[in-house]
């Protein structure tokens, strides 16, 4: 994977987790429940919140995909320092791993029951994949030798 391409799929999973938090906006400003493309949530799962509870917790949501978009921003910076670098590197796979078990509770619900969300668990697929390779291309491309590095 050359720098350019790994800075490429960065922007890629910049825009792409855009896309998340613009949904999460959007559902926040209207207090309701879900993601696009989400399954059907039940008027039930309401009563659990009090007033204005639902758009704080989408408002949340929404904070969730900016720090996402934040951690890969910083990924295109040239970090030397090696803690700093294992640190970002473990965040950007956390990151992966939240995406991907989102893809494969949205996907299995939607193919195991009627609940829907289909369409959100095939985003969470791509979403998973870009932050995985934006990781990947974070840990492959400016790295420093040990022997030169300052810890």
Request: hydrophobic share 50%.
């Amino acid at each position: 994977m050359t720098l350019r391409t790994g800075r490429w799929i960065a922007w890629a999973a910049i825009g792409w987790t855009s896309l998340y938090v613009v949904s999460k906006v959007h559902f926040a400003l209207e207090g309701r429940l879900g993601v696009t493309g989400g399954p059907r949530v039940a008027p039930e799962e309401y009563l659990g919140y009090g007033p204005g509870q639902v758009a704080l917790a989408q408002w949340g949501n929404a904070a969730s995909g900016l720090i996402i978009i934040s951690l890969l921003v910083v990924s295109l910076a040239p970090i030397r320092r090696r803690p700093w670098r294992r640190t970002l590197l473990v965040l950007l796979w956390v990151c992966t791993a939240m995406a991907a078990a989102g893809a494969a509770g949205m996907t299995g619900g939607a193919l195991l029951s009627d609940r829907g969300g289909a369409l959100f668990g095939a985003y969470c697929v791509v979403w998973a994949a870009l932050l995985g390779l934006a990781a990947l291309a974070f840990h492959r491309h400016g790295r420093v030798p040990s022997a030169q590095e300052p810890e």
